[in-house]
């Protein structure tokens, strides 16, 4: 089985740039989680969705970030304008609620630096 | 305050040692320990998950849970070269998916 898949791996970009990365979640997971890793504040939770609905965005750090759900198979995190501090490396996470283990499958990540 | 406070590392031991891994945290809203592995450049894979207070094993592996004390550990016997990695607790509050995870520690065996 294919696992979390995200897009671009690598994006280097000029401040005040659009960004978008892309997550593709384990096909049946109905739950979505979007994650920045950063050295200084480790893994932090930006927003997860459920059937395909925002539960929680209180991660988001700004406006500037937004994140959407458009069907089970496919999300955005949208940072716009970007700026240097929001380098870091971004994981997608799904999981069922069907499973009792506690258990996330995250995305290789999409490492991010903004100049 | 952060609500999970981890030691960041490194750690570096020789191979076959015994390592111990800790967190501890401020929120006794939390039920749901678990302890995630990181390889360079890679996402966090699920280690070991645990409910409320206690042990459990898992191979070389042994989480426990302090809920009076608001620390949980993480033990690896007769570590490897191949358990070098990042190592990052994370737990949750009943009736959420709201995981909070440490900062991590960083391990690495020496061969």
């Known amino acids: 089985d294919a696992g979390v898949i995200q897009s671009p791996r690598h994006e280097v970009t000029e401040m005040g740039q659009e960004v978008t990365l892309r997550c593709k979640p384990i096909s049946g997971h109905d739950y979505l989680f979007w994650y920045r890793q950063t050295m200084m504040r480790g893994l932090e939770l930006l927003i997860y969705f459920n059937n395909n609905v925002p539960i929680d965005d209180s991660g988001m750090p700004e406006d500037r970030f937004s994140a959407k759900m458009p069907n089970a198979s496919f999300s955005t995190l949208k940072i716009q304008p970007s700026e240097p501090r929001d380098s870091a490396v971004y994981f997608c996470?799904?999981?069922?609620?069907?499973?009792?283990?506690?258990?996330?499958?995250f995305g290789e990540g999409s490492r991010l630096t903004v100049l | 305050q952060k609500e999970v406070e981890q030691d960041p590392g490194p750690l570096s031991v020789p191979e076959g040692a015994i390592v111990s891994l800790n967190c501890t945290y401020s929120n006794s809203a939390f039920q749901y320990f678990m302890w995630y592995r990181q390889y360079s450049r890679k996402g966090p894979e699920l280690l070991m998950y645990t409910y409320s207070s206690g042990n459990k094993e898992d191979g070389r592996f042994t989480a426990q849970v302090d809920k009076s004390s608001k620390y949980i550990s993480l033990f690896i016997r007769d570590s490897q070269p191949s358990d070098s990695a990042t190592y990052l607790c994370a737990m949750s509050a009943g009736g959420t998916y709201k995981y909070i995870f440490g900062t991590g520690t960083r391990l690495k065996v020496l061969a």
């Open positions: 996470a799904s999981r069922t609620s069907g499973a009792n283990t506690g258990e996330l499958f």
